[in-house]
Structures are given as C-alpha cells and as structure tokens.
C-alpha cells in the first residue's frame, strides 16, 4: 500500500485534464470581472500565450513516450535536455501560466489567487507521484538528475539545448487540445465580459465566427491524428 500523498498524486495526475472545470465554472458563477480595460486582456494573452509556447518546446523536444497526455504515469525516456534542464516540470510551469493569463483576462485578482492556491496543490501531489515512478524507472540516473536541477525554480544551472530535433508533426497532434482550449476559452471569456460590462455582446457574429473556425480546425487536426496513427499501424 503506497502512502496517501502517492495516491492522491496518482489520483489528481489521472484527472488533472478534468480537475480544474469546477473551479472554472465557479469562476464564472461567483466572481465578476473587475474591468473591460484591454490591459487586462493584454497582459493576460501574453502570459497565456507564454505557458502554451514553454508546452510547445517541451512537446517539440521531448522524447517518445514522455510529454504525453496519458491519464497514467509512463516515461519511455527520461528528458533532462532543453526546458528540463532548468526545471524538472516545466510543463506544469507552462499549464500555470495558461490558466494565470486566462483569469487575468477576466481580470479577477482574488479568482486569480484561489486557482492558483490550487494548481500548487494539485500539482505538489501529482510530482511527488512522478518522481516516485520515476525514481524506480530509472533509479541512479534520476536520481543524479534531481540534485542537479531544481524541482520548480530554474535556478539550478545553465541551459543545455535539446539532443534531437524539433517535432513539429508531433507538436501539431499533441497540443490541439491545449491550443483548442486555451484560445476558445479565452474567446468565451472576452465574449462574456463584452456581456457583463455592455450589456451585450455588441459582435455575436465575430465571436461565433471565430468559435465555429476553431472547431473546425480542432476536428480536422483530430481527423489527421487518426489517419496518421492508422496509416503506422499498417
């Protein structure tokens, strides 16, 4: 029997896709945006844009097996190259960063704070699970890696650029549904503050224009996802 904080970890990795959509909704229920500036929106695309690029070089460079958006611990390889090498869990920086900028575009500072009081949590659980794992995947190898670089703060030493090259066939198939995301929400959040601070959305068209392009996009990514693992298995 593995101590509770493995299997909360475990847990909170398994779902950790799914965890934060209460939250958002509560966001949306309880918490009004503060101000239609477009300094807001600004600083809060920047940094959005920001997590979802560090997720970018870290899908693009990462080795097979790993980076992945499995519901279950696995890491063919171990990557201690590019972002890895400044941090052992960059991914989890660049998530961070996608959901700060959103709530900063709905420009509510005390949501902002409680979201995250609760990334840090879920994501203090789900690393203690990883290193766990991969502390009995590859044990001495992880284990000289994990003095060298820090867990979070990328303070440790300098950047050691990627072994491979850049996957952008893998980047492309691996992140649509974080850019899916991230840039659908951000376009229900601006369409909802239009709403809040004007009474109404003054373009429906615009906004379920560029909704309706998204999908589209989205399913036709998925569409070439399938045939290209279709056309592998062959």
């Not at 709905?106 to 203090?124: E, M, R, T």
């Amino acid at each position: 029997m593995q101590p509770w904080p493995l299997c909360l970890g475990k847990f909170l990795f398994r779902f950790r896709s799914f965890t934060p959509l209460p939250l958002i909704l509560l966001t949306f229920i309880f918490f009004k945006p503060l101000s239609p500036s477009w300094l807001w929106t600004a600083i809060g695309l920047a940094a959005a844009f920001l997590g979802e690029g560090i997720r970018v070089h870290c899908v693009g460079y990462a080795g097979s097996g790993t980076s992945g958006r499995e519901s279950y611990l696995k890491a063919d390889s171990l990557n201690t190259s590019g972002l890895y090498s400044l941090t052992r869990n960059p991914l989890y920086w660049g998530n961070g960063l996608i959901f700060a900028g959103l709530l900063i575009v709905y420009a509510q500072p005390l949501a902002l704070a409680i979201f995250i009081v609760f990334l840090f949590l879920q994501y203090h659980f789900i690393v203690l699970a990883e290193e766990s794992f991969l502390r009995e995947q590859y044990g001495p190898d992880y284990e000289d890696y994990s003095r060298s670089v820090s867990r979070w703060l990328p303070l440790s030493g300098p950047y050691a650029p990627p072994g491979r090259p850049f996957d952008l066939k893998k980047v492309v198939f691996k992140e649509n549904d974080s850019c899916f995301n991230l840039l659908l929400t951000a376009l229900l959040i601006l369409a909802w503050k239009e709403s809040f601070f004007s009474g109404r959305v003054r373009q429906p068209l615009v906004f379920a224009g560029a909704a309706v392009i998204l999908i589209l996009i989205y399913i036709w990514i998925k569409i070439l996802k399938k045939k290209s693992a279709a056309k592998a298995a062959a």
